[in-house]
């Protein structure tokens, strides 16, 4: 019987609650689950010592690596020469490093192992002005989450033959959530009034809508920015409008169950990776209006047909866009958003990286 394909997936601490998370659960749950053995497992570096969740991890083999120096510099090489350790011993096929000091780690630790390991950088951001952006170059390829992160990287002169845009996957959903007589706005994620959700653009484009709408709002955020917005929404007398659910932890249940029935979905940050919101309301078959940040909506939404984009910090032409879904002049078909986004489904997505990771 073959040997299993060892794959170690590795980067600093990840808080248990984001959508890196709930990729590289699937990204695990996929390869394993084919007739070709994998072994997926994960190291952490616990650089920052900050709290995390690791319930995500299901049954997935983990180790977090610790360090009691201080100096930064130090602290990095104490622990590529402890993942040298766990390299010589595990001896995977591939490495995969989600963040740029993952990169600079494993590139270092595999000097230390003196094993040739194939390095992959897996970025979940938009690169420009990201920490430490130049380490991604130590690795040898590079899985791209979206066509504009394939750019950017393409920019910082990686070859193009050594970049797999692979998108993110999304799970294929039976269920179809649909509009009613109502109309039902959703923001679905981190609550910040600025920085990169944006949401007081949000706020402000709504209240230049006039018929009867209702926004809901699922996630959490500091109790500072949620206040922050609270009070915007009074100023701009749409308060008794939105309904915050807080955070929820199976959030698409929740949608179905609680709320039933949305419009559209909307985000409005000033950039992200791959927004898989955005892929997961298409997926039950909900209309997307997003900002045209970099990277990813662009890659998901295709005009008039699952969605619309608008430039970042145009309210005017969102309130445009929502004003004609409140109207009921914008009638998109459910069937048709869910079919929009085949090369994203799952199976895609299982038969990409099988043919990248042999």
């Known amino acids: 019987m073959p040997d299993a394909t060892k794959i170690i997936i590795t980067g600093r601490n990840i808080s248990g609650f984001g959508g890196m998370e709930t990729v590289f659960s699937t990204f695990s749950e996929l390869l394993t689950g084919t007739d070709k053995k994998y072994q997926i497992s994960f190291v952490f570096f616990n650089e920052l010592n900050n709290v995390v969740d690791d319930t995500w991890l299901k049954n997935n083999s983990f180790i977090r690596l610790n360090s009691s120096l201080k100096n ?120 910040m009034s600025g920085g990169q959700k944006n949401m007081n653009e949000l706020f402000r484009a709504l209240s230049g809508v006039n018929d009867n709408w209702i ?66 309301a298409n997926s039950y078959g909900i209309y997307i209006v997003s900002s045209d940040c970099p990277t990813g909506p662009s890659d998901i939404v295709l005009d008039h047909k699952n969605g619309e984009l608008y430039p970042i910090g145009d309210c005017k032409k969102l309130s445009t866009i929502l004003n004609r879904i409140a109207c009921k002049e914008t009638t998109p078909d459910p069937l048709i958003i869910k079919k929009s986004i085949s090369k994203f489904y799952s199976t895609e997505y299982l038969h990409q990286i099988s043919s990248i990771f042999k």
């Not at 040898?140 to 990686?158: N, P």
């Not at 070859?159 to 294929?172: A, G, Q, W």
């Not at 559209?264 to 940050?269: C, G, K, M, R, V």
């Open 72 to 191: 930064g510099k130090l602290k990095r090489i104490s622990f590529a020469f402890q993942f040298s350790s766990i390299i010589k011993k595990t001896k995977p096929d591939y490495i995969i490093a989600f963040d740029s000091v993952g990169c600079y780690i494993s590139r270092l630790a595999l000097h230390l192992s003196l094993k040739k390991v194939p390095l992959f950088s897996w970025n979940h951001f938009s690169i420009p002005g990201s920490y430490k952006a130049k380490y991604l170059l130590m690795a040898d390829k590079h899985l791209s989450i979206s066509s504009g992160i394939s750019q950017q990287l393409s920019d910082m002169g990686v070859s193009l033959s050594d970049i797999y845009t692979i998108y993110n996957p999304v799970h294929m959903q039976e269920k179809t959530i649909t509009s009613d007589n109502k109309t039902s706005f959703l923001y679905l994620g981190r609550v």
């Open 215 to 280: 926004l809901h709002i699922v996630g959490s955020g500091d109790d500072y920015e949620v206040a922050t917005l609270k009070k915007l929404a009074h100023e701009l007398k749409i308060n008794k409008k939105i309904i915050w659910h807080g955070w929820q932890p199976n959030p698409w249940n929740y949608v179905e169950n609680e709320i039933k029935n949305i419009s559209a979905i909307i985000l409005t940050s000033t950039y992200e990776g791959f927004p898989m919101v955005l892929c997961e």
